[in-house]
């Protein structure tokens, strides 16, 4: 089964310190969906149309089971949290076996 992957890029953020709120509830949420955290703000080199700004890569055991965490009650509250002022490019992708 291949895996599932959540894609973040946050082309315009006031501040990360503006994402607690998000992050404390997103984290339990996401953990909760069976998501394992790969990446959240490191270094990032964009080339051609790419955009150096914050990434975060979250890893699930499945495509199914990414597009349900992304839908449950725990996580739309997480979302309901993002300040204004923070632009993102979300998408869930279905990995390779």
């Known amino acids: 089964m291949a895996k599932g992957y959540w894609v973040s890029v946050y082309p315009a ?5 503006g994402l ?3 992050e404390e509830l997103a ?5 909760a969906g069976g998501g394992r955290l790969l990446s959240r703000g490191g270094r990032v080199v964009a ?3 790419g955009i150096a700004q914050r990434v ?3 890893e699930f055991d499945s495509f199914e089971q990414a597009v349900a965490a992304y839908e449950s009650e725990a996580y739309r509250k ?8 923070f632009e ?3 998408r ?3 990995g390779v076996d």
């Open 88 to 90: 993102r490019d979300f």
């Open 13 to 17: 953020m006031s501040g990360p310190e």
């Open 47 to 49: 080339h051609e149309a």
């Open 56 to 58: 975060v890569l979250i």
């Open 27 to 31: 984290g339990p949420a996401v953990r």
């Open 92 to 94: 869930i992708v279905e």
């Open 78 to 85: 997480a979302l309901a949290a993002l300040p204004d002022g």
């Open 20 to 22: 607690t709120a998000y």
